[in-house]
C-alpha cells in the first residue's frame, strides 16, 4: 500500500485563504479526493479527481495537483469551514488509503 | 433520495464475531462499489474494504483475513462479517459508495451515518 501525509493543523481567519497540503508517491499517478467531516457527522466529498467540485460544494472549495503533492484550498473561508478534512487515494490493486487528516480552525 | 442505513454494530469480546449491514435505498448495491471505512475515537479514517460490482473485493492489509466483504441482491444490503475481533478494531464504522464513472472514480460520494463497534473484555 501507500501513503498520504498531511499537515495536522491549519489556521485561518475569517475570509482569508486556507491551504492543505497532502504528499505521496503515488499522487502523480493516482487521483486526489477531499473530504470534509465535522464533529459527530459523517464525511462529505468536497473534491474528486484532483480539481472536480461535486454538485452542491461552494466554489470557494478548489483542488489543485502538481508533482507528489496536491492542495486543498478554501478561498474566503467562513466560520462553517472549521473541520477535519482528509485527502485519499486509491491505487489499480484495489487499494485505498485516508491522509491523517488536517484539523482546520477558524481564527 | 439516496440513503444508507447501517447496523449490527455492538460491544463484542476481543475474538468475537459480529456482522455490520447497510440498507441502501435509491441506488443499486450490486451495480456500484461499495466500501467500509472506520473511524477509531479521537482517530482518522482508515478504508477497510471495498466490494466491485464485479464481485471483487479487497481488503486493508489490518482486516485480510479475518474481515469478509459481502453483499445480498434482493435486500439491496452491503456486509460485513468482523471474525477474530480485537481492540484495535474498535472504531465506528461507516459504509459509503465509491462512485465509479466513465471509467474513473468519483469518490466516496454517499456515507451513512455509522455504527459503532467496541471490542472490549
Known amino acids: 500500500s501507500f501513503e498520504l501525509t498531511q499537515p495536522p493543523s491549519v489556521s485561518v481567519s475569517p475570509g482569508q485563504t486556507a491551504r492543505i497540503t497532502c504528499s505521496g508517491d503515488a499522487l502523480p499517478k493516482q487521483y486526489a479526493y477531499w473530504y470534509q467531516q465535522k464533529p459527530g457527522q459523517a464525511p462529505v466529498l468536497v473534491i474528486y479527481k484532483d480539481t472536480e467540485r461535486p454538485s452542491g460544494i461552494p466554489e470557494r472549495f478548489s483542488g489543485s495537483s502538481s508533482g507528489t503533492t496536491v492542495t486543498l484550498t478554501i478561498s474566503g473561508v467562513q466560520a462553517e469551514d472549521e473541520a477535519d478534512y482528509y485527502c485519499?487515494?486509491?491505487?489499480?490493486?484495489?487499494?485505498?488509503?485516508f491522509g491523517s487528516g488536517t484539523k482546520v480552525t477558524v481564527l | 433520495e439516496v440513503q444508507l442505513v447501517e447496523s449490527g454494530g455492538g460491544l463484542v469480546q476481543p475474538g468475537g464475531s459480529l456482522r455490520l449491514s447497510c440498507a441502501a435505498s435509491?441506488?443499486?448495491?450490486?451495480?456500484?462499489?461499495m466500501s467500509w471505512v472506520r473511524q477509531a475515537p479521537g482517530k482518522g479514517l482508515e478504508w477497510v474494504s471495498i466490494?466491485?460490482?464485479?464481485?471483487?473485493?479487497y481488503y486493508a492489509d489490518s482486516v485480510k483475513g479475518r474481515f469478509t466483504i459481502s453483499r445480498d441482491n434482493s435486500k439491496n444490503t452491503l456486509y460485513l462479517q468482523m471474525n477474530s475481533l480485537r481492540a484495535e478494531d474498535t472504531a465506528v464504522y461507516y459504509c459509503?459508495?465509491?462512485?465509479?464513472?466513465?471509467?474513473?472514480?468519483?469518490?466516496?460520494?454517499?456515507w451513512g451515518q455509522g455504527t459503532l463497534v467496541t471490542v472490549s473484555s
Open positions: 459509503a459508495r465509491w462512485y465509479y464513472y466513465d471509467s474513473s472514480g468519483r469518490g466516496f460520494d454517499y
Open positions: 466490494l466491485f460490482s464485479s464481485g471483487a473485493a
Open positions: 435509491g441506488f443499486t448495491v450490486s451495480s456500484n462499489y
Open positions: 485519499q487515494s486509491a491505487d489499480s490493486s484495489g487499494s485505498y488509503v
